[in-house]
């Protein structure tokens, strides 16, 4: 079972496929880590609240 490798958050197997890069085992952030966001290839600070 994949997960975030920020939050340990559970993620789905088709959305490690997407936004995991090559030889990654898990995605750097998930849509349930409300400190940091994808940012192209990085990750990056949230600059604002998400909720």
Do not use: H, Q
Not at 6 to 12: E, L
Not at 17 to 31: A, I, L, N, Q, S
């Amino acid at each position: 079972m994949p997960v975030c490798n920020n939050c340990g958050g559970f993620v789905t197997e088709r959305y490690v496929r997407v936004f995991t890069p090559e030889g990654y085992e898990g995605p750097r952030v998930c849509p349930n880590c409300e400190d940091k966001l994808r940012d192209g290839a990085d990750v990056r600070e949230a600059r604002s609240s998400r909720s």
